[in-house]
């Protein structure tokens, strides 16, 4: 909005027409150049001099490769070549710059005619791997059953990940507003939850940068920007700044954030099937920087949350669309004649409720009106019926407010304020029409959302409002929303009806070919999106080309490899690191896949026990030949079957022989992907053994050799007990009252966390530090505690000595277990050996507190 605008009306339409990828300013925390394709400094900002050693307006006609050494400057040129190949930002980690060891991430991407560099300074030192929070945290996620509990864990796990004092998970509603379905807040902050915002406070051009862009930091929203400055010839070109990580933030903008009193903020953009779904909104109420290395790991995690939001919705559809399949062949089964829809309405319409829930359905068929339920009167659906006359005739009308489309339906909006017509013939048009009765809904908007109209500090501008107290209104006249998974079962519905109406009134054989290509053509994109998610799933776990950003790198370990690891070293720890069962690995790799089938994989000879070194490998190879069973060999379909024969020969050495029999007949592809090398190279590289792999007619066979030194006995099945007693088989133990978790690594904490409120402790506190732990010991009192021995560069002795001051019973957490200089240090102190489970910490604190009250 500028001053061209001052004799236009001010409302919220001046906010839309905000150019802000065009604001040619850039956030203080970074400084940008952009070059021209011959490598010429164009444009810098202002901040070069002090952030880079290189004034602005000095290096503007300048080569870049004249600023930075050989080295840095072969570097920079390898990420342009990556651009060349669609890469959207290429992203560089801790590059030393200078000489004199100052260190920088650094964003390079395209905007046309120019590349820009932007450069932020690194404000952590030393090796870091911020990437390895963020499997854990997804598969926290994973274990979620519905959008609302992933979405509070979402919340939960980001505000640990950033140290933000606020994180909403915001979802867009149909009507474009807000919804804030999830939120993890510091103590004292006024919730946000279940707050709706106006589509008005997110335009349509920010939509679209969400939508390019998808993470955005603003550090300190009272920090000055700097302006972009450009040589002589280049004055007046305005650079596109959509994809900047350091773009500057729109006045208006600002302004809204220092009304809800936001310091600083980060917005990350939550895609499906390529809509914005939602946002994830971090706000604090001081400046607050996440750097260039923690906001990729924040935005691999939003990636990975959008791909398990949408795997949950699309197992909704894919219910909601097998359920319409069933109503299909229902219905065709049962029309046989020109009256059959009429005379079987009612039949009709019980099995059409059972796929889409409604108050009431009417049927238009042979100039008759049916109805049954909640409905309009037959002289009010003549009007009705003018009405749906001049909407489209090739797909359904869905709308959850009638009102807004057919004036007249006020009369009726309290019998059916909502419609979902389904269109059964071509002309005169027939329909089946389900109604949805009004809803009455009280709508708690974070103020007013009408923004009353006055200008601001920024000139002609709406200004944005002053208050985000929750204010209140009814919508009326409106129904409960029809789902997107509805829409498309009754789309479904409309074509199986459609067929009938042709074959009864004996249309050409042509005609009823189209309809059912139609059909097919719908079945079709259901199958093409099933494939897309899996396809989106499938491309975390492939193997990424030369020269990608290190998200896109992260992504390979996100897969079933990684789940492979995970369950094997489950079952080492549960044997506490000793040699573990390999018929168990076997098992546990085949329920991932055919857990209801497990008698299609037949173990034969003895069970052996694996050293660590050897389980994780052969936990690796196992899952790459169960992965290739399951996809493309004897498990793919309900025929095959594998074989594996377990032997030790005369050395000791433990010989497996796998055999698929009965499945598809496999060849061996032309190249070596990564799973085949995983199965012909682990074993000979890591454990000196022997590998052969080969695809026979019968299916695919494989031999291995481990040698002796990595095979042991095999341990003693321990026998299955029930998890709702103690270990010595006395009634369920039960925790109460507040507890206090010391722990520096933020998933152990959060698992403990978790563990502790399902024992029964009413609040749960965690610290990272002894310097936080007794901060929260002083302001507030605990009844129990867990302290991790070993907090980084400090131990927890302090927070120990202090609780037992207190009289506050606790327990030790350490990976080393009992060792003499911990029971030195903590003199009586009970220990818990790491890794901890549910049923290790009960039986802990139940040792503890009976000792403490015997």
Known sequence: ??????????????????????????????????????????????????????????????????????????????????????????????????????????????????????????????????????????????????????????????KALTGFDRVMIYQFQRDDSGKVIAESAAPGLT???????????????????????PIRLIRDVDAPPQPILSAPEAEGERIDLSHSVTRAVSPIHLEYLRNMG??????????????????????????????????????????????????????????????????????????????????????????????????????????????????????????????????????????????????????????????????????????????????????TWAGDPAKPVSTGPNGLRLTPRKSFEAWTETVRHQSAPWTDSEIAAAETLRITLLEVVLKIADDSIAERKRAQERQELLIAELNHRVRNILNLIRSLVSQSRSGVTSVEEYSRLVDGRIDALARAHDQLTGSDWEAASLKTLIETEIDA?????????????????????????????????????????????????????LSRDAQGDLRIEWRERGGATLRASKGRGFGTTVIERSIPFELGGEAELRFALTGAEARFRIPARFVATAPEAAPARDDATTDDGEAPFTLEGKALVVEDNMIIAMDASDILSELGCAAVSMANGVGEALRLIEAEHFDLALLDVNLGNETSLPVAETLRARGVPFLLATGYGATEDITAAYPDAPTLKKPYTKRSMRAGFMALLRDENG
């Open 1 to 158: 909005m500028t001053d061209s605008l001052a004799d236009a009306p001010v409302d919220l339409s001046n906010c839309e027409k905000e150019q802000i990828q065009f604001l040619g300013h850039v956030q203080p925390y970074g400084c940008l150049i952009a070059v021209s394709r011959d490598w010429m400094v164009r444009h810098a900002s202002a901040n070069t001099g002090e952030m880079l050693g290189h004034e602005a307006q000095a290096m503007i006609g300048t080569s870049l490769a004249d600023l930075f050494p050989r080295d840095v400057t072969h570097d920079l040129r390898g990420r342009l070549q990556m651009l060349g190949h669609g890469a959207g930002a290429a992203r560089i980690y801790g590059i030393d710059l200078f000489e004199d060891g100052r260190a920088f991430d650094v964003s390079v991407h395209l905007s046309e005619p120019h590349y820009l560099f932007e450069f932020e300074p690194k404000t952590e030192g030393g090796p870091r791997d911020e990437m390895s929070l963020v499997q854990p945290l997804v598969a926290r996620l994973r274990r979620q059953p519905d959008i609302g509990r992933m979405a509070r864990e979402a919340a939960r796990a980001m």
């Open 191 to 213: 919730p946000f939850l279940g707050l709706r915002f106006p589509a008005s406070d997110i335009p349509p051009q920010a939509r679209a940068l969400y939508m390019r862009n």
């Open 262 to 443: 936001v310091a600083a903020s980060m917005s990350v953009s939550i895609l499906r099937d390529g809509k914005l779904w939602g946002l994830i909104a971090c706000h604090h109420g001081t400046p607050h920087y996440l750097d260039y290395e923690k906001r990729s790991a924040v935005e691999l995690f939003t990636q990975l949350l959008s791909y398990e939001i949408a795997a949950l919705e699309n197992e909704t559809e894919r219910a909601q669309a097998a359920k319409a399949r069933v109503l299909h062949t229902s219905l065709l089964a049962r029309m046989t004649d020109s009256t059959a829809i009429a005379d079987n309405f009612k039949k009709i319409a019980e099995e059409i409720g059972e796929v889409i829930p409604f108050d009431g359905i009417a049927i238009w068929i042979n100039d008759r009106y049916h109805a049954i339920g909640a409905t309009p009167t037959g002289e009010e659906f003549a009007g009705l019926l003018r009405h749906l006359h001049s909407t489209h005739a090739g797909h359904v009308e869905a709308t959850d407010r009638l009102i807004d489309r057919y004036p007249a339906a006020e009369s009726f909006a309290n019998r059916a304020a909502g419609i979902l017509a389904l269109p059964v013939s071509r002309g005169p048009r027939d329909y089946i029409v389900l109604f949805r009765r009004e809803q009455v809904e009280e709508v």
């Open 593 to 645: 896949f055919i857990a209801a089938q497990r008698d299609r994989v037949r173990i034969t000879g003895p069970d052996v026990g694996l050293t660590p070194e050897a389980f994780s490998t052969l936990a690796l190879v196992l899952h790459e030949l169960v992965t290739n069973a399951a996809k493309y060999g004897a498990l793919k379909d309900g025929h095959g079957w594998v074989e594996v024969g």
